[in-house]
């Protein structure tokens, strides 16, 4: 199965942008990738997803690079409300497969 | 509003003793998933049901099944709680039809006492 690899935490001061990576090499050709995040004593939100293409929407950009072996989730304006757990998932026939995630931490 | 419940959300039991949780949604998706999710871990998927197709995980231990009556319902079983069974366990659900996005309830947190 294909897995992600990513930071295990990372650290930004409020209203800057986050650039999250995460790699994954062994991604196939029908794996889409899905960002999800996860605050403290809740189940995981969706926050982005995409499969060749850069993608926005109103939480958030995903850049996908042109060898799809990596991919970077943007926050254009970190808030406190941001800090959580930041997973990329590969998906892929109803399967989602989580990476370790990284812990963002916003200062204010 | 449409959504994912999980009851309870803190469920205890015995070393050994039966449990069941439950999942409900009121988003008609086709598709529900179970996941464990121990101290600082990611989630891992358990299993998932496609409508009524039941799909294993290879690593998922004997000891969790599961249940699904119907669209709207899914239940967890495991048979005989271990200490290494406490974790939250958490209900997804997604669509087919959709863009296959995933919409997670808030997890039951499980103790074994």
């Known amino acids: 199965d294909a897995k992600t690899t990513q930071p295990n935490s990372m650290e930004s001061n409020e209203e800057e942008p986050v650039h999250l990576p995460c790699n994954h090499s062994?991604?196939?050709?029908?794996?889409?990738i899905h960002w999800y995040r996860q605050l403290p004593s809740q189940g995981p939100e969706y926050v982005i997803h995409?499969?060749?293409s850069n993608v926005n929407n109103r939480m958030a950009s995903l850049a996908i690079a042109e060898d799809r072996k990596s991919s970077t989730l943007i926050l254009h304006r970190a808030t406190l409300r941001d800090a959580a757990v930041y997973y990329c998932?590969?998906?892929?026939?109803?399967?989602?497969?989580f990476g370790s995630g990284t812990k963002l931490n916003v200062k204010p | 509003d449409a959504m994912v419940i999980q009851n309870p959300r803190y469920q205890v039991t015995q070393f050994g003793k039966p449990v069941t949780l439950s999942c409900s949604q009121t988003?008609?998706?086709?598709?529900m998933y179970w996941y464990q999710q121990k101290s600082s871990q990611a989630p891992k998927l358990l299993f998932h049901?496609?409508?009524?197709?039941?799909?294993n995980e290879a690593d998922t231990p004997d000891n969790f099944q599961s249940r699904r009556p119907n669209t709207s319902f899914c239940f967890l079983d495991i048979r005989s709680p271990g200490l290494g069974d406490a974790a939250m366990y958490l209900c997804?659900?997604?669509?087919?039809?959709?863009?296959?996005?995933?919409?997670f309830g808030p997890g039951t947190r499980l103790l074994v006492l």
């Open positions: 997804a659900t997604s669509s087919r039809t959709g863009d296959w996005t995933q919409y």
């Open positions: 062994t991604i196939s050709g029908t794996d889409y």
């Open positions: 995409g499969l060749t």
């Open positions: 998932i590969l998906y892929n026939f109803n399967k989602f497969y």
């Open positions: 988003l008609n998706h086709n598709v």
């Open positions: 049901y496609y409508d009524k197709d039941f799909n």
